[in-house]
């Protein structure tokens, strides 16, 4: 059954230029409709707590969570076969993010669940282990998942197919693309510091639309988390109403029934908080992705940083080596030099040091130029698809933060129409006093 499906989805491979022919399938950005996710029903169906040993041989828990997936084709014959499962921890889907990061620098990777729990409101746990956490988790699993498998270029990456069919044996096809070479190299570069002089101005504008995201998405967090406070204090203080109902409805022979009766739906009302704001915390988790979505999109535009970086230095080393041609051929020095200095002092060099030298110079002057080119490729082909998947992430962000904040809306007009049909029915009991 996985065979069938990964001669389908070996059929074409994206290029990309960190990418090597044999890891993704050829052609550019492919249509939507030829995304892995067309083939192949992905779920991740549910979590499992574990024990073992480390690295240091120290006991330790972790959760494991159950990806199954079965062929399109086979649903939509009718025949509904059996998923395929395998048991994933969470460092392996950080692995697997972290291979997609440094293969296509260009693309606005979705981002993983929060590790452990942040901005969560006070009154749940932020216990990793605490099962609500988890189950959140496991969803936020499950879209990461496909939203990879659902991307024009990501969802036909061979490793991905990998991750999702093979239990043993991906991690090693991982090493050997030699991701983590790259990944430190360029972390090297971006840890030093330098200037880009002539940066791509739409990257560098949606750069500075990121950082606008994450303070707006922050700030709605927090402002959430407030709301949720009061939400809470004004439910709980229900309860208040609840119990002296009930001790009130002990010492009255008339009116105790109504009493109590109205006791009752405050006690009920105060505590359906607790499962209300687990209910909200899945509208959170859906801001916090767009909240790790910014950095990822910064990142994209840092990455394009780099590559003009490189090549405005390389054009910037092509250019002295042209000129230490011109001088070392006219004899004339246009700039202050130690090699000047010495030439004044002690003469010029033997014709034959000299030719020997500007041969030299040919050669490295040769090789900068196709530096220079094969740099000026590389970043005008990152600037192109990083705008190119810049407007697709846009499109999906409108389309997802409007889902989320109209539910949001939703849930909330739903909990105040509760609210009056408790004290509707509260008035009620006090009618029947």
């Known amino acids: ?43 991740v169906a549910e979590a499992e707590k574990r024990s073992g040993k480390n690295a240091v041989s120290m006991q330790e828990t972790f959760t494991v969570y159950l990806v199954e997936t079965r062929p399109m084709d086979a649903i939509a014959e009718g025949r509904n076969p059996p998923p395929d499962s395998l048991w994933r921890r969470y460092s392996e889907f950080e692995l697997l993010r972290n291979y997609l990061i440094v293969t296509y620098p260009y693309i606005v990777l979705p981002p993983l669940p929060e590790k452990r729990a942040e901005f969560v409101w006070h009154k749940l746990s932020a216990d990793n282990m605490d099962p609500d956490f988890v189950e959140r988790r496991r969803i936020g699993l499950e879209n990461f998942l496909l939203r990879v498998a659902s991307h024009p270029v990501l969802s036909n990456d061979e490793i991905l197919y990998h991750f999702l069919t093979k239990e043993h044996g991906w991690k090693e096809q991982v090493n050997e693309t030699g991701f983590q070479a790259k990944a430190d190299s360029r972390l090297r570069a971006l840890s030093a510091t330098f200037r880009v002089r002539s940066p791509h101005s739409h990257l560098v504008e949606k750069k500075h639309y990121s950082d606008g995201l994450q303070s707006h998405m922050s700030q709605l967090l927090r402002a959430r988390t407030r709301v949720a406070d009061r939400l809470y204090a004004v439910y709980k203080v229900h309860g208040n109403y609840g119990r002296i109902f009930s001790e009130w409805s002990a010492i009255e022979k008339e009116m105790g029934d109504g009493l109590q009766s109205a006791g009752h739906h405050m006690d009920a009302y105060a505590a359906s908080i607790d499962d209300i704001l687990e209910e909200e915390e899945h509208y959170a988790d859906q801001l916090k992705e767009y909240l790790s979505y910014a950095e990822a999109l910064r990142a994209v535009c840092r990455k394009h940083e780099l590559s003009q970086f490189e090549l405005e230095m390389a054009s910037q080393d092509l250019i002295s080596k042209k000129q230490q041609r011109e001088e070392l051929a006219t004899g004339i020095v246009r700039t202050f030099s130690l090699k000047g200095m010495t030439n004044k002092l002690f003469g010029q060099e033997a014709p034959e040091h000299r030719e020997a030298k500007l041969n030299l110079l040919e050669e490295l002057i040769a090789e900068g130029e196709e530096t220079v080119k094969e740099k000026t490729a590389e970043c005008e082909e990152h600037a192109e698809k990083a705008w190119a998947d810049i407007l697709r992430f846009k499109d999906q962000k409108n389309k997802d933060l409007q889902e989320a904040l109209i539910n949001y809306a939703l849930m909330q007009i739903n909990m105040c129409k509760k609210g009056i049909q408790v004290w509707t029915n509260a008035r009620e009991c006090f009618l029947k006093m």
């Open 1 to 43: 059954m996985a065979e069938d499906i990964k001669e389908e989805s070996v059929v074409s491979t994206v290029e990309s230029d960190q990418a090597t022919p044999d890891r993704t399938l050829n052609n550019a950005m492919l249509i939507e409709g030829a995304c892995l996710l067309r083939r192949m029903e992905i779920c």
